[in-house]
């Protein structure tokens, strides 16, 4: 059964940080690229980032992220970590990860590339 699964999120204060999990299964990671998003309440989900399947190119990043995550993979645990450094409130939300299976090519940042999706993992930043 293909799933994945997002966990780690929760509060933390403006300049903490989180990393989240997404934890594959059903599929091979290294062959896939693996896209987060977020949405928050009232507002469109957004792409925050998408890392490409082995071997091929760097991680992409949205431009209000740029500096502070990193998206990074460990193929032997089947999981894609989101490290967010110096978070601010403006980056609460539901954050999800989706998998584009067997890509054929770069990861892209917008979710119509992506099927399945995991449950979501809830952010918050305040004081």
């Known amino acids: 059964q293909v799933q994945l699964v997002e966990s780690g999120g929760g509060w933390v204060q403006p300049g903490g940080s989180l990393r989240l999990s997404c934890s594959a299964s059903?599929?091979?990671?290294?062959?896939?690229?693996i896209g987060w998003f977020r949405q928050a309440p009232g507002a469109e989900r957004e792409a925050v980032g998408c890392?490409?399947?082995?071997?091929?190119?760097?991680?992409e990043y949205d431009e209000s992220v740029k500096g502070r995550f990193a998206i990074d993979r460990d193929s032997d645990k089947g999981t894609v970590y989101l490290q967010m450094n110096n978070l601010r409130p403006e980056d609460s939300g539901v954050y999800y990860c989706?998998?584009?299976?067997?890509?054929?090519?770069?990861?892209?940042?917008?979710?119509?590339?992506?099927?399945?999706w995991g449950q979501g993992t809830q952010v918050t930043v305040s004081t």
């Open positions: 989706a998998a584009e299976i067997y890509a054929r090519g770069a990861c892209r940042l917008r979710s119509s590339a992506y099927d399945p």
């Open positions: 059903g599929f091979e990671i290294d062959s896939s690229n």
């Open positions: 890392i490409n399947k082995k071997y091929w190119d760097a991680p």
